[in-house]
């Protein structure tokens, strides 16, 4: 006997099968899936793997999100030129995103969470990855930061004293840089054999004018400008601080050794995205717009990748 059959008894109709509150429950349970759905959907955006977000089979979207040291204005003016100009002509966006913490940058980056960053050179990112085993490759330079001698006390270079203090930054990389900089002035010179990109103070061999130095914090250059002699450090500091241009003292061309790197996550080297990126970032009119741009962010701080 089938539940159709018109021999049922008549009090079968009267047996409630939860008619009465069926649509209530269909109610409840399609709410709690949509709530469960969109719950994953904010993890795995947040996460970085949101597949609603991927173009071409890449684990990227449309919209290149680029890391950038927070405290640098000329790093995000240069971002903001490629997303007006360069983007577009791929078919794609870019978003700077402006993070302090260098680790925190260059984790996220290594996880996928941002398609690339460009605020550190090959040295500093050597320094990352050895310490910390995260897997980071540099697609190769896109600018040079200047990096030069500031002075409160003297208009030039040839007028520091004898004895003088000159404060560099204390990481590794950035003391091989200030220091070559007095070498390649003639202040100072290393030891036979040294390689000048990882020179210490240790390193030198004559010191003529006894120059005398101090150790401080990324950043703390301009802050630093009236206790010392004089101060090695990136222009972009000074700019953002508003340290008058006369105070620069000596502004050597940057060494290709120390050219900002475009780094993304190693897992993501053959990504078609990355293929993209790399389209961008090495357009040629990048460097033109580097050598001749009058962007008040940008000039001065940034310059085109050098030579040698």
Known sequence: MSLTDKNLPDAF???DLGGRNRGKLVIAVV?????IAAALVAWRVAAGDDDTTTAGGSHFGNDFQI???ASSASEKAFLDYLGKEIAPKHGVTITPVGIEDGNQLDQATADGKYIANIYQHKHWLKQVTDSTGWDLKALGPVFQWSYSIYSEKYDSFDKLPKGATIALLNDPANTAQALWILERAGAITFKDGVNP???TEQDIA???KGLKFQYIEYGAGPRSLPSVDAVIDYNMSFVDAGTPDSERILA???PKDFAGQLVIGGKYLDDPQVKVLKEIFFDPAVQE???TNDN???KGQLAPVSAS
């Open 13 to 15: 109709d009267e047996i």
């Open 252 to 254: 050597p061309d940057a």
């Open 296 to 298: 008040p962010a940008l």
């Open 31 to 35: 709410a709690l899936v949509a709530i």
């Open 197 to 199: 990109a990882e020179a």
């Open 67 to 69: 890391a950038y040291q």
């Open 289 to 291: 717009y580097l050598k």
């Open 206 to 208: 004559t010191n003529p």
